[in-house]
């Protein structure tokens, strides 16, 4: 979990999982958003799946990328626990 809580740290990390929470995304349309270098946001999605928070499909040359709501709900639920809220709280993200 340390690693996930290093990853959430940067905004641009949370950034970008809110925007796959919306939708799947390959990583041109990750960086198209984002007013730095594709070598940066690549940085970031390796930190991301790293920590299991988004995982990937590569078909030929286009890789997409999608939230893992596994990983993503563990956390929540990890952070709701020490909110003291009720574990189920955030099942249905």
Not at 14 to 25: F, G, N, P, S, V
Not at 38 to 66: C, D, V
Request: hydrophobic content about 40%; glycine content about 4%.
């Amino acid at each position: 979990m340390k690693d996930i809580w290093a990853a959430m740290a940067d905004g641009t990390r949370r950034r970008i999982l809110t925007m796959l929470k919306k939708q799947d995304m390959t990583a041109g349309e990750i960086a198209a958003e984002f007013n730095t270098t594709a070598a940066t946001i690549s940085h970031h999605l390796k930190i991301l799946r790293e920590t299991g928070l988004i995982t990937f499909e590569k078909e030929k040359q286009t890789i997409t990328y999608s939230l893992n709501m596994t990983v993503f709900q563990e956390f929540l639920k990890s952070i709701a626990e020490m909110c003291g809220e009720k574990e189920d709280m955030y099942e249905n993200i």
